[in-house]
């Protein structure tokens, strides 16, 4: 059966990375998690575009890759605002007051957990468990670990990306 | 390689550098990174450089030191002195000391209980080798006990080894390791894998992160002799995609393990062939589950298959598919190295070894701590982990995360083992132990993991996808005090019903928490529901009251 290799959605150099992780998989359907994985993890997240190119380059019914896209947390179909903050929500943090920094930075910005601000600049997230559990509240800024973190601190430190960029 | 060979390498290696008089090993495992040990580090190699020490004293990255919240730790040798909470702005301090009297205000006591009363196997190289290089862990007799089986040993013999050991499954539900290798070894065919489990999705536990990301070449070795002695030639390692550190040393380990020809063809000169691949997760909890686990690999949803047949028989692509918990692997090289009847005598009756918990929530000293089996919860809790803090008092011990139920004051003398553990409504689990003081509402947390398993549910049989939410539901109403005494006795039906007709283990322990909290806890269910209030002050009603 001829098959015949789907071009990427756009021009975008970045579509190599993707198409490298297919390639390196033999473009088996097997690779459908680590291709999805490398697309959010070049992309930011994964649009519909990128879902059915994925689908049709390694012959998984779309429905079946949206059905896997959406059935790992890990991925996000949404684009993330400029900053992220990920409140952790495992148990240690969780009886240490993780709940408090959630309340008090969704309440300050009027955003719930999982989702982005109005102007696209903070996205508030939570996740299930960090592993930082010695360290506990525990909240990723950007991409940093922080420990021991107060309410307070976590509105300063938005605060702070918030002024700057404005 | 020859076991002779692995030994001549360690020791040039030793030779090819001269032995600095100090040795600063600063840990540099994801509790102190983000306590940000990476500057300590820098600042310390920095100001080395500046006095042009760098021929006496050198700075080395290791692996978890143990007591995380005290984090960035650091050792300095030859005299074993450690430090805590160390900033940047102390290297000039501590690289004065060198030589002479410690900087007293860093000290960190290594004679304390946390350190003394610990008996480590598994995290015996964390925090002394240095994760990313291959040499270091050769040094401390690593790959050793791989050559000696490749050399020496049938797979039968391995595989005895490990029966006799009476090592018993660390992911948590204690399967015996040596019958589960057997059966796989027994199962047909002339393809085979094993998978190694390192998708640790329980909240408040980060054993296997410690692992990987301290001593990566650790586990490696332990798949490959399990490989050996089931006849597979192909690993998978599951990782959570949440782990990037550890990741990221295992794509390193695995490249030097390949360079010096212990993975890959031909390992150790012999016809044996072993690969390992690493396969990320991506942040669903019932993919540790090993039928969910197998699915994800597939590329598919993870979601469980009914049991029988078991992976060992019809795995990955239908092949017969051994998987272990990366604490597992861990335990493997230790035991063929010093002999199962070695392991045998550590530990109690049913629960040999050591296990290795992550210790965290409301207790002086929490981090990772490795216990031989048998130590009883009050020991771990007051001696290790030095009590409660901020006077106040012990409630519960959660162990085995939503899985597993909380253990109240009077249990605190039982023996930690799988059965004991079993016996008072939890399980070992992988190891994530949280300690809880007064300030937690019991009911809160049975709400807590309650809408864990809601959320985490794959949604493949009914009990579990509907009965969690209706569990959720109800104890939402009970923490809002709207709820009636008849909601108590609908919750046990309900208990009943989704653990004893769910498809797998996620929806099977799943009301565990709620079950254990009842049983010990009923007096505050009934003081949501009757007084209409929140014993500990963290429940809505109590706070409508307050307003």
Known sequence: MHFTKPSPPSDDKRWRIVEATMRRHGYDSHALIETLHSVQQTFGYLDPEALRYVASSLRVPLSKVYGAATFYHFFTLKPQGEHTCVVCMGTACYIKGAPNILASVSQRYGVQAGETTADGKLSLLTARCLGSCGLAPAVVFDGEVAGKVTPEEALERIGRWMEHDS | MTPEELRRLASSHEEARPEPKYRIKVCVAA???????DQVREALENEIARRGLEHACEVKGVGCLGLCTAGPLMVVEPDGVMYEGVTADDAPDLINSLGGEPVERLLCPADAPFFQKQYKIVLENSGLIDPEKIEDYIARDGYLALARVLEAMTPQEVIDEITRSGLRGRGGAGYPTGLKWSTVAKAGGSHKFVICNADEGDPGAFMDRSVLESDPHRVLEGMAIAAYAVGASQGYLYVRAEYPLAVKRLRTAIRQAERLGLLGNNICGTTFNFHVDIRLGAGAFVCGEETALIASIEGKRGQPRPRPPYPAEYGLWGYPTLINNVETFANVAPIIRNGGDWFARIGIEKSKGTKVFALAGSVKNTGLIEVPMGITLREIIFDIGGGIPEGRKFKAVQTGGPSGGCIPEQYLDMPVDYESLAKVGSIMGSGGMIVMDETSCMVDVAKFF???????????????????????????????????????ALLGELCDMVKHTSLCGLGQTAPNPVLSTLQYFREEYIAHIVDKQCPAGVCPIHRREGQ
């Open chain 2, 31 to 37: 509790g102190c990174l983000s306590a940000r040990s």
């Open chain 2, 450 to 488: 309650m809408e864990f398993c809601m959320t985490e549910s794959c949604g493949k049989c009914v009990p579990c996808r509907v009965g969690t939410a209706q569990m959720y539901g109800l104890l939402q109403k009970i923490t809002a005090g709207e709820a009636s005494m008849d909601a108590l």
